[in-house]
């Protein structure tokens, strides 16, 4: 049995970051805190045209009919570069379920008490009880919520009393979507530590202190060592939770929460060895690397934090004793 990717599956990844590294540079992000939207200029668009948006609606459907494991590569990516767009919402969790050829959808599923991007889609797929509601633009409420990440902007969000809700999913569906919604933010927070480690390794190669690379000193070669295997530790059971999901395995919610909790843990880890390596620039709105950081501090929180990951495999664990 082969445990890897398959070539198409990494020639997809490529493509994308080669895109993302295009649309999507840090100044893309920057400007994202402060524009109307929070969001990019021309990545939504370029996703779009790949056809990465609906990649996991089936071809019959107007989609490219690829799977979670095919996507995870690409969720990993879109955190690399901190992409302020709703990647996750829209194409892991709601166009499966809602179908191909929407403009912008979001999602509130799971343990997610505000919803990301709300004031800029069409549409807003919600998890009521067992179904899936999904609410168009014009009926919805939104309340702002101040956020530690002015490019992921939450609000809360009033919907029980519109009658434009359609019901999208029942309770297998809504299961599928919140383990979705959890492996895509696993996967983003992934590709969030990864280039966190990359960034403090090279400001630790330029940056001297008493004659020396800061990164020569053993103290900083700890810290850097601790990110990359929290990450080694991380990765494959991210993975693993995107195999489960695909092949139906009935442990896949576990595995989904296993690799959630150690992909936060590893996300937590990198953003606070990064600040501490890059020391005093790394706290200035001058310097890119806050932008990281606070993407992580949320997302580690979105949907559960790794704490209540693991409450959710002890269950597991015990109610199998």
Same mark, same amino acid.
């Given at each position: 049995?082969?445990?890897?990717?398959?070539?198409?599956?990494?020639?997809?990844?490529?493509?994308?970051?080669?895109?993302?590294?295009?649309?999507?540079?840090?100044?893309?992000?920057?400007?994202?805190?402060?524009?109307?939207?929070?969001?990019?200029?021309?990545?939504?668009?370029?996703?779009?045209?790949?056809?990465?948006?609906?990649?996991?609606?089936?071809?019959?459907?107007?989609?490219?009919?690829?799977?979670?494991?095919?996507?995870?590569?690409?969720?990993?990516?879109?955190?690399?570069?901190?992409?302020?767009?709703?990647?996750?919402?829209?194409?892991?969790?709601?166009?499966?379920?809602?179908?191909?050829?929407?403009?912008?959808?979001?999602?509130?599923?799971? /343990?997610?008490?505000?919803?990301?991007? /709300?004031?800029?889609?069409?549409?807003?797929?919600?998890?009521?009880?067992?179904?899936?509601?999904?609410?168009?633009?014009?009926?919805?409420?939104?309340?702002?919520?101040?956020?530690?990440?002015?490019?992921?902007?939450?609000?809360?969000?009033?919907?029980?009393?519109?009658?434009? /809700?359609?019901?999208?999913?029942?309770?297998?569906?809504?299961?599928?979507?919140?383990?979705?919604?959890?492996?895509?933010?696993?996967?983003?927070?992934?590709?969030?530590?990864?280039?966190?480690?990359?960034?403090?390794?090279?400001?630790?190669?330029?940056?001297?202190?008493?004659?020396?690379?800061?990164?020569?000193?053993?103290?900083?070669?700890?810290?850097?060592?601790?990110?990359?295997?929290?990450?080694?530790?991380?990765?494959?059971?991210?993975?693993?939770?995107?195999?489960?999901?695909?092949?139906?395995?009935?442990?896949?919610?576990?595995?989904?929460?296993?690799?959630?909790?150690?992909?936060?843990?590893?996300?937590?880890?990198?953003?606070?060895?990064?600040?501490?390596?890059?020391?005093?620039?790394?706290?200035?709105?001058?310097?890119?690397?806050?932008?990281?950081?606070?993407?992580?501090?949320?997302?580690?929180?979105?949907?559960?934090?790794?704490?209540?990951?693991?409450?959710?495999?002890?269950?597991?664990?015990?109610?199998?004793?």
């Amino acid at each position: 049995m082969r445990f890897a990717f398959t070539d198409d599956q990494l020639a997809l990844r490529d493509a994308v970051r080669d895109l993302l590294a295009k649309e999507c540079p840090p100044s893309e992000v920057a400007e994202a805190w402060t524009n109307a939207t929070g969001r990019t200029t021309r990545a939504w668009e370029a996703l779009r045209a790949m056809g990465v948006l609906d990649a996991l609606v089936p071809e019959a459907d107007g989609g490219l009919g690829l799977t979670v494991l095919d996507l995870v590569l690409v969720c990993e990516e879109a955190g690399r570069v901190a992409l302020p767009e709703p990647l996750v919402e829209h194409a892991v969790v709601a166009a499966p379920v809602v179908g191909a050829g929407r403009e912008s959808l979001t999602a509130l599923v799971g /343990a997610m008490s505000f919803v990301a991007y /709300a004031d800029t889609a069409d549409a807003v797929l919600v998890q009521d009880d067992d179904r899936l509601l999904l609410v168009p633009a014009p009926a919805l409420v939104l309340e702002p919520e101040p956020s530690v990440d002015h490019a992921r902007r939450v609000f809360t969000l009033d919907w029980s009393a519109s009658d434009a /809700a359609v019901e999208v999913g029942a309770s297998v569906a809504c299961a599928e979507a919140i383990d979705r919604a959890t492996l895509g933010r696993a996967a983003y927070l992934l590709g969030l530590a990864q280039h966190l480690l990359d960034a403090t390794v090279e400001y630790a190669s330029t940056r001297h202190q008493f004659g020396a690379p800061i990164g020569s000193f053993q103290a900083i070669k700890h810290k850097l060592a601790d990110v990359r295997i929290a990450l080694e530790f991380a990765r494959p059971l991210v993975y693993r939770a995107a195999s489960s999901i695909v092949v139906g395995d009935p442990a896949a919610s576990v595995h989904v929460s296993m690799g959630a909790a150690q992909s936060i843990d590893a996300a937590l880890c990198a953003a606070r060895h990064a600040l501490q390596c890059h020391g005093a620039i790394g706290y200035s709105y001058e310097h890119d690397l806050h932008h990281w950081m606070k993407r992580v501090w949320t997302l580690a929180r979105a949907g559960g934090d790794a704490s209540w990951h693991r409450e959710r495999v002890a269950r597991a664990i015990l109610d199998r004793t």
